[in-house]
């Protein structure tokens, strides 16, 4: 246990430090004086260019044609992402763990049609679909609440299929037989006895979940079909910043750094609580 938290605790740190960014962010642009709505169009020249870089005014500079506060934008881009991230993730373990146990525990017939679909959920063209879905729903719909939905709706085959073979296992221990014969109800004995038995499989697979969830809206915000502005997103910046790269590489260094560190640290803290038993 103390080498697993040893192990752990880069990756730890590094996602307490963003969530408490994404969190504190309204008191961090009242404490910078900046925030990721205001234009500061005199810190450009006439191109947009920004006009210096990293300032103690501006810690990681300024948009280019907007002159937005860019430590605001990735403060409030991490909310945006962990928001997306975090909803996603819940949404698609409920429904994987609700498919996988009763397909896992009553087997026949339910669970040939349950293994069916969540094999054509994971064959999906999921991507694609998102993207089509993400360009005809109307404007009005909540955009974050459009992306939660919809990966978390097409990421659920991978946890499904996971708790599906653990409950086929578990479903013929003997405290498991032992309750069928007591005349325990099979609802008592999937959520009281089984699922307990599979949080730690769940939990591994949530902290594996989160930066994919955080990487498709992010994809889908990168191809202008995910959050829309002004509403800060990293996926977005990192699209916009990719015609400014060479006049305004800030504008592409902070977005990717945040993105790429969340995404590897909720990975290597997956890994770790996989590789070892708690």
Known sequence: MKKLLFNAKIPLLIIIVIVLLAILADALAALTGNDPYTYHLDLLNSDGVPLTGPTLQHWFGVEPTTGRDLFAIVTFGARTSLIVGLGATILSIIIGVIVGLFAGYHGGKLDIFLSQITNLVLLFPALIFMIALSGVVPDWFPRILLLILIIGCFGWGGIARVVRNESLRLKNEEF????????????????????????????????????????SEAALSFLGVGITAPTPSWG???????????????????????????????????????????
């Open 176 to 215: 498991i037989v032992a309750a069928k014969v007591m005349g325990v109800k099979n609802r008592h004995i999937i959520f009281r006895h089984i699922l307990p038995n599979l949080m730690k499989t769940v939990l591994i697979f949530t902290t594996i979940s989160v930066p994919a969830m955080i990487g």
């Open 236 to 278: 977005r910046s990192i699209a916009e910043a990719i015609n400014w790269i060479y006049v305004d590489p800030w504008f592409l260094i902070f977005p990717a750094i945040f993105l790429f560190a969340i995404t590897l640290a909720f990975n290597v803290l997956g890994d770790k609580l996989g590789a070892k038993e708690l």
